[in-house]
């Protein structure tokens, strides 16, 4: 079955703009508080921050991160496990209003083996699902169709995490 997929974002990537910043995605600058556009950070304070997966796995995929760049869940302090929590659940919260998914998969994929794309800076998923988001793309395609484009998602869900 022949088709098009379009996915604009990806041609900065294509030319060597990868927009990603030198070092860890999710270290901000040290006194950097609220969000940050060109890194897709929709949210930070002192503890923890959420910024968008520039690669989701689906529309609106979030990841809450701690602020200070550790690698496992034991590292943290109870302040930053908490922090991330309740980043996760207000997340939650947002993407009910302004996506309104079916659901959620979260979690936390520490190590290589465990699938960490980022092993050296703990963060924790906040995908979500729609009915009928796994079809024969995915499944058989071995592709994902991300309908929105990743900065009209960012611009959509910032005034929500004001």
């Excluded at 959420?50 to 690698?71: D, E, F, K, S, T």
């Excluded at 922090?83 to 994929?109: C, F, H, S």
């Excluded at 994902?144 to 910032?158: D, M, N, S, W």
Aim: aromatic share 8%.
């Amino acid at each position: 079955m022949a088709g098009t997929l379009w996915a604009p974002w990806r041609m900065d990537y294509i030319l060597g703009k990868d927009p990603r910043p030198e070092g860890c995605v999710f270290c901000l600058p040290k006194d950097h508080l609220g969000p940050l556009p060109e890194r897709l950070v929709l949210y930070s304070d002192r503890q923890a921050l959420i910024i968008m997966n520039r690669y989701p796995y689906n529309n609106a995929h979030l990841m809450v991160a701690p602020r200070r760049h550790l690698g496992t869940l034991l590292e943290a302090t109870p302040e930053e496990r908490l922090a991330m929590v309740n980043l996760a659940a207000w997340a939650t919260e947002v993407l009910d209003g302004a996506q309104k998914p079916d659901g959620y998969n979260m979690g936390i994929n520490q190590g290589q083996v465990a699938g960490a794309g980022i092993t050296d800076h703990l963060h924790l998923h906040v995908t979500p699902r729609y009915n009928g988001d796994t079809n024969y793309m995915t499944v058989i395609g071995e592709t994902r169709v991300i309908p929105e484009h990743i900065v009209a998602t960012y611009e959509k869900l910032l005034g929500f995490f004001s």
